[in-house]
């Protein structure tokens, strides 16, 4: 979920920060987390404007700020503490689902939930799903609980493979969901067969994965490629995905690009659907 803007600029206007207008749209609230981006902001104002959020929004528990980019392997924030408690295990709801996530532990944003919602509606009960970078399971578990499709999640995070388990139990999809703590690029020849269906959700890195993901899926089956390309529109953002898998799908492979979302000036998240011939 987003923080409402009418409350940010409340807050905003509480800590004498009403110039900083960009600050309404980025601040993400997981659970009772909120994560505030505020680049060139003294410090003395950040914890003002921290401390006027959690009082505008009695179920705040804390307040941080992202110092950086999302980075390394495991995609993790660089957060700093500005207000409330230190606490960064919390309890996420999206979908109708609920998540316990470690916002400094493990990759986690509520950006993705309406591309979540819009996967899980596409799967059909009896698939074979596999996610190949899972967190916490957000896709997994909303895929799980929509279709009553198997999903296979592997993730390299063993800590957000904790919360993934903790998660399929909560959610009540613990019987048709497998967790793998491991490495994506092992699954094909893991003994695990073929899938309907595989999710990559990994866009700074999916490019290096198309192979394995080529050989978990089936004949006929659907590849999720996700990839942040530096592009101005969406018509630059389709030409550069189908620019970097030219040459690397079999052929009679059928491709439908979107975008997902803006992520950054110039960057877009974008995803392909690849549909493999029979
Ligand atoms: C962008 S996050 C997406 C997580 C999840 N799908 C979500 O939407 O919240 C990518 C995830 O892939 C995991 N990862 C990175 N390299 C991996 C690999 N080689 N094998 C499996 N997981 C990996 C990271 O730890 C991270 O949790």
Redesign the pocket.
């Known amino acids: 979920m987003r923080k409402a803007p009418r409350l940010i600029e409340q807050a905003l206007a509480r800590a004498g920060l009403e110039g900083v207008r960009r600050v309404a749209t980025g601040v993400d609230v997981i659970g009772g987390i909120a994560i505030v981006r505020l680049p060139g902001v003294p410090l003395r104002s950040k914890r003002a404007f921290a401390a006027a959020m959690m009082e505008e929004t009695p179920n705040l528990t804390g307040v941080f700020e992202q110092a950086g980019g ?1 980075e ?5 924030r660089e957060l700093r503490h500005l207000a409330g408690r230190k606490e960064t295990l919390t309890t996420h709801k999206e979908n109708g689902c609920v998540f316990k996530v470690d916002v400094a532990r ?4 509520p950006r ?1 939930a309406t ?2 919602l819009r996967v899980a509606s596409e799967v059909r009960r009896g698939e074979k799903v596999a ?10 578990v909303e895929i799980a609980k929509t279709s009553g499709a198997e999903v296979m999640s ?4 063993a800590y ?1 493979c904790d919360l993934h388990v903790q998660n399929d139990r909560l959610n009540k999809v613990d019987d048709r969901v497998e967790v793998v703590n ?6 094909p020849g893991s003994g695990r067969g073929r899938f309907d269906r595989v ?1 990559m ?5 999916a490019d ?2 198309l192979d394995a993901a080529l050989g978990l899926v089936k004949k006929g089956g659907v590849i999720h490629y ?1 990839r942040h390309l530096l592009a101005r529109d969406e018509e630059e953002g389709a030409a550069a995905a189908r620019e970097e898998l030219r040459g690397r799908l079999p052929r009679g492979a059928r491709t439908k690009v979107r975008k997902v979302r803006d992520v950054g000036p110039r960057w877009l998240e974008m995803t392909a659907e690849v549909r493999l011939p029979r």
């Open positions: 999302v390394g392997e495991f995609r993790l493990c990759y986690f944003s993705l591309e979540r996610n190949m970078f899972a967190g916490v399971g957000p896709f997994t592997c993730e390299l995070n957000a491991g490495d994506a690029s092992e699954l999710l959700p990994h866009p700074s890195a290096e994965f996700y």
